[in-house]
Each structure stands twice: as structure tokens, then as C-alpha cells.
């Protein structure tokens, strides 16, 4: 038993998980499509070939990568990363979702447990603290960089 990589068509690696998945093959486990794999998808099965013979009616799905994967190789795609990682206070971000879409801030402070950060409008004649998730803001102009 291993997992397996199974290259498919670009923007498809969803489809494919789905087709796999709805399949209930006995010789496969489990399937991963993560956002931040692109081209392919990460199949538990048996041996690579349950799935040779499976891929022959999944269209979109291209071929196996050779050899396997060990679970600490694709542990990473399994724990969803936080939406503020990569956010540092004094930022400059802009806002892209809720009330003040468009508004560029600073970064005050950030929140990891609640997945939320506040910032400070710029173009505001008073200084207003608005705290958003970590979702509705795309950074800037970052000071560490």
C-alpha cells in the first residue's frame, strides 16, 4: 500500500479526485486534490496498479508518477495554513472583500487564533481601527521585504 501521484490535466484536479472517488474501489483509500498542488492528485490505494486499471475511464487523468509517497511527504497538504500567515503588523494591504473594499490600511495587529487581523484605514481623517479576517485582505507592501 502506498500513495501514489496521478498527474492530470491542468484545472482538473478536482474533477478527477470526484470521479476517483466516486468509483468506491476497495484497493483505493483515500484521495487528496490540495489547491497547492497543481496538476495533481494524491491517491491511498493497494498498488499503483488498481489504479492504472481505474484511469483508463477517468478522463482527464493523465498517468502515475513512478514510486510512491510517504505520508510525511504530503502531511503538509492535510493541516490548512492560516490565512494571515505571511502578514506582518505595519503591512500595507488593501482590503478586498466587505464594507471598505478597495481601502488600502496598515496592519495594527494580528489575531492567528482567530484568523483575524485589525488595521488602521489610510485615506480615513480619523484614524479607525477595523478588524477583518484574514481572507479579505491581500498584501501590499510588506517591511520585510
Known sequence: MGIFAVKTT???????????????EDEIHAIL??????????????????????MDEIPHARSIVPGTSSLTEVEHFLSP?????GIAEGDIVELIAGPFKGEKARVQRIDEGKDQ?????YEATVPIPVTVRGDQIRVLDSDER
Not at 12 to 20: C, F, P, S, W, Y
Not at 49 to 54: F, N, S, T, W
Not at 81 to 85: K, L, M
Open 10 to 24: 491542468a484545472s482538473q484536479e478536482r474533477t478527477v479526485a470526484d470521479m476517483l472517488a466516486s468509483r468506491e
Open 33 to 54: 486534490a490540495p489547491d497547492s498542488l497543481t496538476s495533481y492528485v494524491m491517491v491511498e490505494a493497494d498498488n499503483s496498479a488498481v489504479l492504472e486499471r481505474v
Open 81 to 85: 495554513t492560516p490565512d494571515v500567515e
Open 117 to 121: 487581523v485589525t488595521v488602521e484605514l
